[in-house]
């Protein structure tokens, strides 16, 4: 079993820069990790994903070159640093491990965390 919480969510400008994290605990060794995210009346969608030895990443094309997805292996945390956030970013963001055969889709994903919300004002 795993378990996941993500923190760091929160009311940012456009423009600004948001860190949010996600704290795993359990059986997290060799599992990749993920960052979707859901706005209202969406499905949720991918944005980032990263392997355990943090030797392959994989990104949306909305989040490539303004997202970088990282972890600790150590800590046990995933990170998502977001910059030159948009309007269309607000979303509840949600942290994910496993071992997907696509790392892009939901579904291969065995655990998921609560979700934190991003708010980007105009």
């Known amino acids: 079993q795993v378990q996941l919480a993500e923190s760091g969510g929160g009311l940012v400008q456009a423009g600004g820069s948001l860190r949010v994290s996600c704290a795993a605990s359990?059986?997290?060794?060799?599992?990749?990790m993920g960052w979707f995210r859901q706005a209202p009346g969406k499905e949720r969608e991918f944005v980032a994903s990263?392997?355990?030895?943090?030797?392959?990443?994989v990104y949306s094309d909305s989040a490539k070159g303004r997202f970088t997805i990282s972890r600790d292996n150590v800590q046990n945390t995933l990170y998502l640093q977001m910059n030159n956030l948009k309007p269309e970013d607000t979303a509840v963001y949600y942290c994910?491990?496993?071992?997907?055969?696509?790392?892009?889709?939901?579904?291969?994903?065995?655990?998921w965390g609560q979700g934190t919300q991003v708010t980007v004002s105009p």
């Open positions: 994910a491990a496993g071992s997907p055969r696509n790392m892009r889709r939901p579904s291969d994903y065995d655990y």
């Open positions: 990263i392997t355990w030895s943090s030797d392959y990443t």
């Open positions: 359990g059986r997290t060794f060799r599992t990749s």
